[in-house]
């Protein structure tokens, strides 16, 4: 237990549907993150928060659509996926954004299959 | 932030201590070496950092040559539940998004 949780653990969805992730934390941290792990590929970081105010977001398609209202809780809402967004995709919390001793919790993510 | 290279996959024995080696010679005065893990299908887990000195904790050892080129992460006595994707991550202190960029990692696998 790293104190990140994250919902549902799997998801199949079709390329209509609209569906949302959930991510809680509950270690107090203030930067939350979106990861995707596509198949035999490294983690590629999609959306970055601190404060509850986006930071980063890292040329991602319009189709995935985060949502951050309070430190503790992050959405990643879908719609209109594609078959190549099926990925696992982990969301993760640190205490700050910058700082040496700042490492990141992950949740153990959302198996997503779009068919 | 400095890039890593590490080797693709390794064994160890079950017992004996794992090894597992990270060159990040571009690493700047102010990056910060880090090593996470990857269980299978799980999310990553932090396992240790350091910038110059040596570091220890519950899981690892972290020891970073002296010119910082090079960093070598130390599991004591592995166990099967070590096998995992290990991997080192250089990041800066200063980066103002705390990005962690993961590469393709080194593929632990204990062995019986």
């Known amino acids: 237990e790293t104190g990140v949780t994250q919902t549902p653990r799997h998801l199949v969805m079709g390329m209509t549907n609209k569906k949302s992730l959930k991510c809680e934390q509950h270690?107090?941290?203030?930067?939350m993150y979106w990861y995707k792990q596509s198949a035999k590929k490294p983690l590629e970081l999609m959306f970055v928060?601190?404060?509850?105010?986006?930071?980063e977001n890292n040329s991602v398609p319009s189709r995935f659509s985060p949502e951050c209202p309070n430190s503790s809780h992050l959405f990643l809402h879908l719609h209109t996926l594609q078959p190549e967004d099926s990925a696992l995709y982990l969301c993760a919390s640190s205490l700050t954004l910058t700082g040496g001793y700042n490492e990141q919790f992950f949740g153990p993510g959302t198996r997503l299959t779009v068919l | 932030d400095a890039k890593t290279t590490q080797p693709p996959s390794m064994d160890c024995a079950e017992g004996r201590a794992a090894n597992l080696p990270c060159n990040h010679s571009?690493?700047?005065?102010?990056?910060?070496v880090y090593w996470y893990r990857q269980i299978h299908s799980q999310g990553p887990q932090y396992i240790i950092h350091?910038?110059?000195n040596n570091e220890t904790n519950e899981m690892a050892s972290l020891i970073i040559t002296e010119d910082r080129k090079s960093s070598t992460l130390i599991l004591p006595h592995a166990t099967l539940r070590d096998t995992a994707v290990y991997y080192c991550i250089v990041r800066g202190s200063t980066s103002n998004t705390g990005k962690l960029i993961f590469g393709q990692g080194t593929t632990l696998q204990v062995k019986p």
């Open positions: 270690l107090g941290h203030n930067a």
């Open positions: 571009t690493i700047s005065g102010n990056e910060y």
């Open positions: 928060y601190s404060l509850e105010e986006r930071v």
């Open positions: 350091g910038l110059k």
